[in-house]
């Protein structure tokens, strides 16, 4: 099966390069076509989660991942990924358990990449200090 997305798969596969900075518009010219809605407001959207998107696939079946996604700038870029481009399947098993607190640390910081960062050491976990109550007026 072929998406209109296929264009960017072949055009980050031809890149030399291990990073690939492309305006919005740039993408839009590669796939002759604008671009969801979504994809224009939504960092979220430039995610690299497999069940994210269709064209999502596409740039990890490339062997690239999204990095500095700028929804406002209308940029981002393609970094040519290290490895396999999906992770493979894991058996059904509570990953908490399985893994210990470090390894769903790892995991969160993994779906992450990308769309924010994280400085090293900083604990997700932690707390903030921020009140919880609703300010008043």
Sequence with gaps: MTSKYDPLGAYLKA?????????FSEIEEVIGADLPPKAVNHPAWWSNNTSNNTMTKVWLDAG?????????????VFRRAGGPTRPPREPDRPRAAAEGADGVLSRVRAALAGTV??????????PTGEPWEAEQS
């Design 64 to 76: 690239f991942r999204t990095e500095r996604v700028d929804v406002a700038g209308r940029r981002l």
């Design 15 to 23: 890149r030399q390069t291990s990073e690939v900075p492309m305006s």
């Design 117 to 126: 960062r994280v400085a090293p050491g900083v604990s997700l976990t932690a």
